[in-house]
């Protein structure tokens, strides 16, 4: 069974203050592993996809990085308007294969970001 | 962005009752897919589907069925609503283009279930 587990549960930081969000997962082949932003009321909004070990994408001060256990989400300087829960979510197959956006969702880490 | 609206976004029904549903998107996309969201359980797969009349059941379609009759619309019945469904239900839609597997998420239906 596909498990994905993000930690901590909620994280508190200053205007500024850099820190990392961790995605842990197993999966029977990792064909993808997404994150998502969701802000109150609204539905998850897609940020990064990562396919490979190794692999790295940036989005403004949002960094994600892949490796064959785990997820990290990077917040560098992270400003007010970061505030939110970012969820992990893992998609099982092989490239090419069919497992359509059958994702595996962790229950997220719930980010304030205090001025 | 694909363009997904839920109706309707709030309702408060009583157990025992039918409820639909209604997931709507414009982008022409393949594959469509219905998630509840719980506090302490995270996003989980109700059911999706992956063409025109074609569904499956997803982690937790007990209780529930879809119906999938144009490529547009995605229609989620509970057709006895317990207080167990009680949570936020999700539409997402997915590009078949490959490369494209992301998921784009409707704002959510929140049902209370007294």
């Known amino acids: 069974e596909d498990q994905v587990t993000q930690s901590p549960e909620a994280l508190r930081l200053q205007e500024g203050e850099s820190s990392s969000l961790n995605c842990s997962y197993t999966?029977?082949?990792?064909?993808?592993l997404f994150w998502y932003r969701q802000d109150p009321g609204k539905g998850p909004e897609f940020l990064f996809t990562?396919?490979?070990a190794g692999e790295e994408k940036e989005k403004e001060r949002l960094k994600a990085t892949l490796t064959k256990k785990e997820s990290f989400l990077h917040i560098t300087a992270p400003k007010p308007e970061d505030s939110a829960t970012y969820l992990c979510?893992?998609?099982?197959?092989?490239?090419?294969?069919?497992?359509?956006?059958?994702?595996?969702f962790g229950q997220g880490t719930i980010l304030t970001v205090h001025p | 962005d694909a363009g997904i609206t839920q109706s309707p976004r709030h309702k408060v029904t009583e157990t025992g009752t039918p409820v639909t549903l209604r997931c709507h998107q414009t982008e022409n996309h393949r594959y469509m897919y219905w998630y509840r969201q719980d506090p302490g359980h995270g996003l989980r797969l109700i059911h999706y589907?992956?063409?025109?009349?074609?569904?499956d059941k997803g982690e937790v379609s007990d209780g529930y069925s879809v119906s999938r009759s144009k490529t547009e619309d995605f229609l989620l019945t509970l057709e006895s609503a317990t207080s167990s469904q009680t949570s936020v239900y999700f539409c997402?839609?997915?590009?078949?283009?490959?490369?494209?597997?992301?998921?784009?998420f409707g704002a959510g239906s929140r049902l209370t279930v007294l």
């Open positions: 979510a893992v998609q099982a197959g092989r490239a090419g294969g069919t497992s359509y956006g059958k994702l595996t």
């Open positions: 997402a839609s997915e590009s078949s283009r490959p490369g494209a597997n992301v998921l784009t």
């Open positions: 990562l396919y490979s």
């Open positions: 999966v029977s082949g990792l064909r993808g």
């Open positions: 589907s992956y063409g025109v009349k074609d569904t």
